[in-house]
């Protein structure tokens, strides 16, 4: 099946929560080396376009995902926004300083995390949606992980997404939930 990245963290949690029932193959090894285009108001939008885009390219089973940081003192941003909050690149670094920037002296810290999940298989679409609540830190915590993840602490959790072991991490995550979804209706299929 194909997964539409070619992030080798994403894909390395992705294949981590899957597990070895399914075997992925990236964008790059499915022959698609064009950035695919994410112009959609929604994640749930962006995941089903870059569904859609591998579905048409390679007619082959394949699913797509994206993420967005909601932060309610932000009005919930960056959201759809949050890989390229700072820059028209996926400059993390540079997202990060963003988002700390705009949350000094915001006393909510309040956000979410929320994955879409598209699946397309024989051309019916199939949508799975997973959330995790927490709260923005007022600095980087952490080494783990990537994007948000060293300022994001989840509810019920005193360490960021960035200091707790990936397998915890997967175990509680916005994409975790989504591909344990995903895995599940796989599954009874």
């Given amino acids: 099946m194909i997964f539409a990245t070619n992030n080798a963290h994403k894909l390395d949690e992705v294949r981590a929560i899957l597990g070895d029932q399914f075997e992925l193959t990236t964008l790059r090894q499915a022959g698609i080396t064009e950035d695919i285009p994410e112009n959609e108001p929604t994640i749930e939008g962006n995941a089903l376009a ?8 390679c007619g082959q089973s394949c699913f797509a995902d994206d993420t967005g940081l909601e932060v309610d003192a ?6 759809v926004h949050s890989a390229r909050y700072a820059t028209d690149g996926h400059d993390f670094a540079a997202n990060r300083a963003k988002l700390l920037h705009e949350m000094e002296g915001k006393a909510d810290r309040t956000a979410r995390f929320r994955t879409v999940v598209a699946l397309i298989i024989d051309g019916c679409e199939y949508t799975f949606e997973g959330i995790v609540e927490g709260a923005i830190t007022t600095e980087e915590l952490g080494e783990g992980g990537f994007g948000y993840d060293c ?4 509810d019920g959790y005193d360490k960021t997404f960035a200091e707790l072991p990936a397998e915890v991490k997967n175990s509680i995550s916005h994409r975790g939930r989504a591909m344990r979804k995903l895995a599940e209706w796989l599954h009874n299929q």
């Fill in 50 to 57: 870059k569904a859609r885009y591998v579905w048409q390219k």
């Fill in 74 to 79: 932000l009005g919930g941003a960056p959201g």
């Fill in 151 to 154: 300022l994001f602490r989840p």
